[in-house]
């Protein structure tokens, strides 16, 4: 016999065993959720019939844009966090060690689309160009609105019409919802303007203002500016310091700011500011201890919180104080970790997010509002941690004040390197969490909640 004919009566003979094997293993039998079942969960549990000999199952999951093999020793699965909305198609097969058995049949559901307030506006990142995308917080409606080299830092008027936004010529714009009516309010002046940030009565645009990079000096020289939302009434309302963490008061009255800390020995030192909309002299209210994580006003507009650390310590904890700088109080006692952001509700109300950062996650805490305590609205406590693998510093909360919404980086488990950018929503109570997107071809980055829905794009009119 030939070496040819032997190797293929050798090949033959392995097939013929590992289809024997096959069918020995036998072929489960899927039992739930039913074949298009609709309206489930954002984690559903799957479950097929056992086969006699298996060792292991491995479990395929598609939904048409990717596939996901899992494999299990045990006949049921509760399902990874999924995209709500998408139908899913799985299928399962029964192994022995190296030999897998046939296919099941397949089946499909389809996951419930919950009622969730509002739309968001993000930047897409495209071939060769950065664009704003809107997206109704359902994950319905998605539809690109500007189509710039380079639009970023978009933020949402309180009536959910109007977008401002950061173009490639590093001047503030604005356009309607609808994609009508874009216009550019600063001028082509050779400065910088970046990240517009909308007074709580839509009536105004705060943003900063740097100077032509040939009057750059060695001080920090960022300037905060304000003008009317159609871009009238353009004043400056501070020089230098390179503030960052601009934020507004719940009664339109004063901007709150950090910035480097000049009355401090300590090079990296960063201080908390407020001061009127108005114009006048900013008001340190803190300074030295004061974390560059963000700032926020109380409800009524009577204070302000932000973080604060203690290197030496090793301790970081929530600073609440008057708007004059006196009767600071530590407001709550948070987990050690590498990371604070604090940030607020449209409507005022203060919603601490805090990163604490492990050898092995990411946690997110977010600390309970106590409204009724005098000179303290965070009672400090934590309320639920949410665990994930890879983190953007993005986070956004929703109209309602009840809903956070973050930028996910995770790597799927589906037999590639293959990286998967999620717009993710969890309540602010830990109830429930949802996975709103998974358009990896659309890499999200800056982004922000606002209210309404998505409107049908502006009719075009013809030349």
Known sequence: MSNLRRFLAISCLLLCGIEAARAALGTPVLQSPPDGATGLGAHPTIKWSAVAGAHSYEVELANGRYTITHDCEKTTWKLPELVIGLTYHWRVRATAGETPGSWSARRSFTLARPSLPGKLVFVGDLPGCKSLFLINADGTGLRRLTY???????????????????????????????????????RHDGRRHSCPLFSPDGRHLAFYTDPPPLQHSVQRDRNISIMNFDGSDWRQLKTGGDPECLCFSPDGRYLAFLQHDQESDEKEAIAAFVMPVEGGQPTRVAGGVVREDGICFNPDSTQVAFTCANSKLDKQWVTCVNLDGSHAIAASTTPTGEDRSSWKTPDGHPVYLLRTKSEDDVR????????????????????????????????????????VAIVLRNAEDNGSDREFIDLRVRAVNGSVQYRITALDDLVHNDFAWGPGRVPPPAVRKKP
């Open 364 to 403: 997110l805490y977010a600390v309970p509002l106590a409204t009724g305590l005098p000179n303290c609205w965070l009672t400090g406590q934590e309320r639920d941690a949410w665990d994930i693998e890879y983190c953007a510093s993005m986070l956004s909360v929703s109209p309602d004040g009840r809903f």
């Open 148 to 186: 710039g080299e380079f639009d970023t830092t978009p933020v949402i008027c309180t009536d959910g019409n109007k977008i401002a936004y950061q173009n490639d010529t590093n001047d503030i714009c604005i356009i309607n919802a609808d994609g009508s009516e874009a216009r550019c309010l600063t």
